[in-house]
């Protein structure tokens, strides 16, 4: 079972800069893809960034501000935010698609860290 340890949320000011961090271990499954997903008070849960490896995507919202990375051969996944804004203020979660059996897609998801962008 894939077991994701988030670090690095915490308050910062408009325009600060924050990174999140991800490791994934407890499985020898073949992953996927990595990636942030963020639920603001209110909101639905939605995408922030994925690394499929050979393809990354971002919400429109964060495109040019943020910066997702990953480390493979250590099931690392950062997430580097820059020009934050208020409504950046989210419970971010961890994301890794794992394959199951049969290349089942398996969905795992950290505990969340929350983020708040205020002055």
């Known amino acids: 079972q894939v077991q994701l340890v988030e670090s690095g949320g915490g308050t910062v000011q408009p325009g600060g800069s924050l990174t999140l961090s991800c490791a994934s271990s407890g499985s020898s499954a073949y992953i996927a893809a990595m990636g942030w997903y963020r639920q603001a008070p209110g909101k639905e849960r939605e995408l922030g960034a994925v690394?499929?490896?050979?393809?990354?995507n971002y919400a429109d919202s964060v495109k040019g501000r943020f910066t997702i990375s990953r480390e493979t051969d250590k099931n690392v996944v950062y997430l580097q935010m820059n020009s934050l804004k208020p409504e950046d203020t989210a419970v971010y979660y961890c994301?890794?698609?794992?394959?199951?059996?049969?290349?089942?897609?398996?969905?795992?998801w950290g505990q969340g860290t929350q983020v708040t962008v205020s002055s």
């Open positions: 690394d499929g490896g050979i393809y990354t």
């Open positions: 994301y890794v698609e794992s394959r199951g059996s049969g290349c089942a897609i398996i969905d795992n």
